[in-house]
């Protein structure tokens, strides 16, 4: 069930998917509603070509994730997923060397420790 709240605009979220970025009212969305808003008002069953990838911190290390089909941000979170059962790589980085690697589909991640943030083609 979703509440309506008294949200200001900055404090809205919005999806990037495809390459597009797509504002979503998360006052009155639930998570379901606006990955579907975002799929919907792209390029319909096109296949996914821009990929996004978030660099954020975590204790003394840093981790990559790449290869994701979108990015959700809401309330200070950013959601980050892919879509039909595909992985995204997790890379942790400690002095600058990957020193672990994990495959996951969904990745939850605090939007103050984000430290990067790219779209790139699969081109």
């Not at 990037?16 to 379901?32: H, L, M």
């Not at 959700?72 to 942790?92: F, R, S, Y």
């Not at 002095?95 to 690697?101: A, I, L, N, P």
């Given at each position: ?52 990838a ?37 890379e ?32």
């Amino acid at each position: 069930m979703t509440q309506n709240l008294n949200v200001k605009k900055e404090d809205q979220g919005f999806v990037i998917y495809q390459g597009k970025t797509i504002p979503v009212d998360t006052a009155s969305t639930n998570f379901e509603d606006a990955l579907k808003t975002a799929f919907f008002q792209s390029n319909g069953n096109n296949a996914v070509s821009e990929r996004v990838a978030v660099q954020f911190t975590c204790g003394a290390c840093c981790k990559r994730i790449s290869e994701a089909d979108f990015a959700l941000q809401i309330n200070g979170i950013l959601l980050v997923g892919t879509l039909n059962n595909k992985c995204m790589l997790v890379e942790t980085l400690c002095e600058g060397k990957v020193v672990d690697k994990e495959l996951t589909t969904f990745a939850i991640v605090a939007l103050d420790r984000v430290c990067a943030f790219e779209l790139y083609s699969d081109h």
